[in-house]
């Protein structure tokens, strides 16, 4: 147990043509089909947008979620916050 655990950060990595993006195309055009498109299209906007700033592993560029705090790929160890080094 003499290994120094990573340390890094996560980014925030907003995807414009990415899969969030299309998801909002998605749901601005059912906005505009009949009640049900609009109920539909509503979620799907508020969802594209939060998947299109994703956030990922600084060290290895991998997608991570919010709540992680151990990079499942290269283990290194998220910091929080802008505290420490
Ligand atoms: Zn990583």
Same mark, same amino acid.
């Not at 498109?37 to 539909?40: L, N």
């Given at each position: 147990m003499t290994t120094t655990p990573l340390v890094?950060? $996560? #980014?925030? $990595? +907003?995807e414009f043509a990415g899969?969030? @993006? !299309?998801?909002?195309a998605v749901g601005?055009?059912? !906005?505009? %089909?009949?009640p049900i498109?609009?109920?539909?299209g509503i979620p799907l906007l508020i969802y594209g947008g939060i +998947?299109?700033? /994703? !956030? %990922? @592993? /600084?060290n290895c560029g991998n997608p991570v979620t919010k709540a992680a705090k151990i *990079?499942? %790929? *290269?283990h290194?160890?998220?910091e #929080?916050?802008?505290?420490?080094r």
């Open positions: 890094t950060r $996560k #980014k925030i $990595k +907003s899969s969030g @993006c !299309l998801i909002q601005l055009i059912l !906005l505009f %089909v009949f498109g609009t109920i539909i +998947s299109a700033n /994703k !956030l %990922v @592993c /600084k *990079c499942p %790929v *290269c290194a160890r998220f #929080k916050g802008r505290f420490g």
